[in-house]
Structures are given as C-alpha cells and as structure tokens.
Nanobody, 118 residues
Framework: QVQLVESGGGLVQPGGSLRLSCAAS????????MGWYRQVPGKERELVAV??????????NYADSVKGRFTISRDSATNTLSLQMNTLKPEDTAIYLC?????????WGQGTRVTVSS
C-alpha cells in the first residue's frame, strides 16, 4: 500500500507560478512511473506529465498543452514528486492528482486544486 499526498495548490493570477508536491509513503525510486494528472468537472482526466526510470536516468514526458511551461521532477531524499508550473493560464485550472505505479498496483492521491484567475 502506498499513500500519496499532494499539496501546493491554490489561486494564482494568469502568468503566475505554482509548485505542486506529492509526498510518498514509500521510496519514490520504487514507484515507477509516477505522474501528474488533472481533472476538470465534465471532462476526462488528463495526463499532464510523467517521469520514469529509463535505465540511465529519469525520462519525462509532457502533454502538449504544458510543454515548456511545466517541469516534473522527483527527489529521492524526501520521497517527493514535484510539478513546477510556470506561465499559468486559466485553462490550467483543475484538480491536480498525483499517480504512481507500485508493485503492480496503481495509486492516486486525493488531489490539490489549482485555480488560475485574475
């Protein structure tokens, strides 16, 4: 069983930045891959960014809508997955959820709300 707890959401103006964190109850290196999704009511859950061990280091992939603005990373010292979000747009408004694959199971956090509005 893995617990994932997100934090860092909030209200930000367009063009601003936020950094989301996801604290894992297990060694983050054993949870592979890990990712950030976002959910807007009435729409399908969308994969935002994913990070996984490519054998020679981490590999990251991003949704086209966030490329160049968002950066996913993980810290094995603190067992934390992060999402740095820059140049935020109103369309980035959503519940952001942390996701991880561990021992053939998939785990989700409870989500953190991000609202981009002036």
């Amino acid at each position: 069983q893995v617990q994932l707890v997100e934090s860092g959401g909030g209200l930000v103006q367009p063009g601003g930045s936020l950094r989301l964190s996801c604290a894992a109850s297990e060694s983050i290196l054993s949870i592979n891959p890990m990712g950030w999704y976002r959910q807007v009511p009435g729409k399908e859950r969308e994969l935002v960014a994913v990070i996984y061990d490519g054998g020679y280091g981490d590999i990251t992939n991003y949704a086209d809508s966030v490329k160049g603005r968002f950066t996913i990373s993980r810290d094995s010292a603190t067992n934390t997955l992060s999402l740095q979000m820059n140049t935020l747009k109103p369309e980035d408004t959503a519940i952001y959820l942390c996701n991880g694959h561990y021992s053939n199971d998939v785990y989700w956090g409870q989500g953190t709300r991000v609202t981009v509005s002036s």
